[in-house]
């Protein structure tokens, strides 16, 4: 009885594993959003996985949808109208010729945009701005520019509440006051960021040597449609600061504004909707359903009770190793199968677990930072792929881990030394 109750499981854990590695490796260059989804359907189809089940598993994903569509026409409507040349101009011209000062440049706005604006906002609206200030520099190698936009959304994700959405799902009901997560989460913070650019900076350091930054920099003047769509985005960061603090969902909020902006676009320049719907990464919506299917499936299988259980027994025979231990093994597992689905388990299972704040704290580092490792760690390293894909960029999965085994354990060790001991 047992080895018939196994084989299901297995055959489930096989189909979610080889659906995790096909959007890792992309065979035979297909989109990630083809394996999420074949693995999603091959579950129902074998049996393994009710559609009804299914269709909860996808409608579960609605609040991200809707974050993710709001932030990605934002990015589109800015980047049509002009907004990141024009923020592109005012980098370079501070940058004053030096590749190292455009560096910490970017690295500081994307510390930015993360906090206020999300993890996968800096992924979506920042990366194409970096990419146009490069172009506007006359930077040859565009990547250690990149590259930051990749890390510093994962590396400043825990600053607030809203500053990843995995954050909202790690506490769910149990969200601490915004005071209270400033008090246990800004030392951490404030480590990983600095360890993440110390890193970044002596890896790229070669490369911004050979980098030459232009200076003859032609004055780029917003136009108005432009000032409307920055507005749209300094807006909607603050309708996010007013969501959190009132422990609303994040995603129906960003979708009308972003819908709101995009409207307003176009009803100024009386038209362009269709170019504006036309590229759009719409493929990403497709991806993150089927990641939520095979979360659904998973948890079919027993695990959730399983790592509730087993965190229970620990946190009450170990607690101070279990709280380094939990944030370590979350981050690994966060690049076996993606930080979406690993946040959606670890939060379910502090939640079912009632485990202590130090440990909740440091199982929410390991959900935010341990992305950093690999190409498809979080949601928002592979919106970051196809933001740069877009651009004529690529990064190989061997190439970002060699740099993520570099980037992530320290900033990852530090910030739980942050939180556990001080």
Sequence with gaps: MGALTLTPHLATWGIAGLATLGVILRPMGWPEAIWAVAG???????????????????????????????????????????????????????????????????????????????????AVVLTPAVYAATKAAKVENPLPYLFICAFIANAASFVLPISNPANLVVYATHMPPLLQWLARFALPSLLAIVATYAVLR??????????????????????????????????????????????????????????????????????????????????????VAGLFVLVEALETTGVLKTIADTLKAYAQSAPEATAWGGGVLVAVLCNLVNNLPAGLLAGAAVQTADVSEKIAGAILIGVDLGPNLSVTGSLATILWIVAIRREGEDVGAFRFLKLGLLVMPPALLLALAGLLLV
């Design 40 to 122: 999603a359907a091959l579950l129902v189809v074998l049996g393994l996985l009710s559609w009804h089940s299914a269709l909860d598993g996808v409608l579960k994903g609605a609040d991200v949808y809707l974050f993710l569509i709001g932030m990605m026409l934002l990015s589109e409507i800015a980047r049509k109208e002009g907004l990141f040349d024009w923020l592109a101009s005012i980098a370079v011209r501070h940058a004053k010729g030096s590749a190292t000062r455009l560096f910490l440049l970017v690295y500081g706005v994307g510390t930015l945009v993360t906090v206020f604006l999300s993890n996968d906002a800096c």
């Design 202 to 287: 002596m890896t790229q350091n070669s490369a911004l040597k050979q980098t030459q930054v232009a200076t003859d920099i032609e004055k780029v003047t917003l136009s108005a449609t432009g000032k409307v769509a920055g507005f749209g985005i300094v807006a909607t960061a603050f309708v996010l600061l007013g969501a959190s603090a009132y422990g609303l969902d994040l995603g129906l909020p960003t979708f009308i504004s972003g819908v709101a902006a995009t409207l307003l676009v176009l009803a100024i320049k009386r038209g362009g909707l269709v170019d504006v719907m036309k590229d759009v990464s719409w493929s990403v919506l497709p991806l």
